[in-house]
């Protein structure tokens, strides 16, 4: 790629910022398609997403941001529209500035889950989820489980306030699905069983659930991208289970974002 | 070059941006360094310097800003340090953060028009130099050149109460330097007359000076990049004298800015 006076940006606002891999994804796309465009690494540290932003806006060639952590939740704040997940979750990935100079924030996390699991021929429709850990992401990927058309929603977290009031509005949302909230017991039928916490990150990291006590036609899922194979992953195929990685939600939802902003992945 | 999640980076800010050519100069040079590093341009709007510097400053991995038109003087203003060509001259072509945290500006247009001669075989020092055009460009070559050892100094310019004042901090700063303003008539016996007006820029535009009455001996400098022999250069050419063009301005102040940046060119 060759940078010019006349590329368009795109940036990417984290912390931390550099383990972020949309900069290559998004690239290779712009070279493929002969695009004068660059998505570029921002770090930005939590309490400054405000100012930068305000500063963002005003630069004439850049187009559009990717958020990450931790400004997925601040970020929809300061926007002038919301799209429909963004809207319900309260929170964004990736926002852009529209023909009238506006800007407009919508999340495809969990989309992304979704759209990745079909890929690799896991239809969630009509089936039974669990999904641990109702953080930003979670949350995100619930939202989008439910828009699927999935019959049964499981939400666990530590933190009942917050998966509570996730159920509610995913409930409210999509009455076709039943959503339930902290199971006793993790030995049901679930279809799909995903971590959306952050444990396996780290070295030493307990497992979220153990995949043992699954029945074997359960699809383990984790959105975690680093390592590729997480101890629950690795864990799971010792168990005999079908193992799903975080790499394909992440490139779905790179193939989303990149609809949102305007460009056609598929060329 | 590849960006990804590590990559550091380096506005430009200018309005218009899309003829700057730093970008590629210094990609270049990262590339074959082998330095993950960008820099990108930023079309920044002159009332809007300050909130988008206010953001930019708060970007973790962006360590520098080129600084093009309409920016240079009020961006001085905003730095919590200045360099010696910037103090004298009131604005800047490029800023840093430093260790501290602080940012710090300096001026290098003028030293790159001293060293993009110097390179050429011209050397300044001891010779006398006319200069139309005393905005921000012009001010930094007049500062430059005194700077260098110019004995005799004629600058020109249609306001009268900004040739005036360089004028002053030129002489005040460089007392070994002749400095004169406005000569009466054209026809002095220059080494080297030097444009630094934007005439030439469009089509159509009247010579800043006609080289015509200039001595043989005298080499007429353009400080312009676009069109590279502009008419000025072209009609120098005719009257049989030697011409200087922008673009080696240009690359020496690249040059002088990448060092200041700290990067060694010449690897």
Redo the contacts between chains.
């Keep these: 790629?060759?940078?010019?006076?006349?590329?368009r940006?795109i940036g990417?606002i984290g912390?931390p910022?550099?383990?972020?891999?949309s900069?290559?994804w998004f690239?290779e796309m712009f070279e493929r398609q002969g695009i004068n465009a660059?998505?570029?690494?921002?770090?930005?540290?939590a309490q400054?997403l405000q100012?930068?932003?305000?500063?963002?806006k005003?630069?004439?060639?850049?187009d559009a941001l990717i958020v990450t952590m931790p400004h997925k939740g601040r970020m929809s704040a300061l926007l002038d529209e919301l799209g429909p997940a963004a809207q319900a979750l309260g929170s964004v990935n990736a926002v852009r500035r529209m023909p009238d100079g506006r800007w407009m924030g919508d999340m495809f996390d969990g989309r992304g889950c979704v759209e990745g699991l079909r890929e690799k021929g896991h239809d969630v429709s009509g089936r039974s989820v669990f999904i641990r850990g109702i953080g930003a992401a979670g949350a995100a990927v619930a939202f989008a489980m439910a828009e699927a058309g999935t019959k049964t929603l499981v939400l666990d977290d530590l933190d009942s306030s917050r998966v509570d009031a996730v159920a509610e509005r995913v409930q409210a949302a999509h009455p076709g699905t039943r959503v339930i909230v902290r199971p006793i017991q993790l030995q049901a039928d679930y279809d799909f069983a995903v971590n959306c916490t952050p444990l396996g990150m780290k070295a030493g990291d307990p497992l979220p659930f153990d995949p043992e006590v699954l029945p074997e036609s359960t699809v383990v899922v984790d959105i975690i991208t680093k390592p590729e194979v997480t101890p629950l992953l690795e864990r799971a195929q010792a168990t005999g289970h079908r193992i799903h990685a975080g790499k394909h939600m992440h490139a779905a939802q790179a193939v989303e974002a990149a609809k949102f902003f305007g460009f056609d992945p598929a060329k």
Aim: proline share 8%; hydrophobic share 45%.
């Design positions: 790629m060759t940078i010019d006076g006349k590329t940006l990417v912390d910022i550099t383990g972020v891999r900069p290559e690239n660059a998505v570029v690494p921002m770090a930005v540290k400054d100012p930068v932003f305000e500063g963002l005003r630069i004439g060639n850049l």
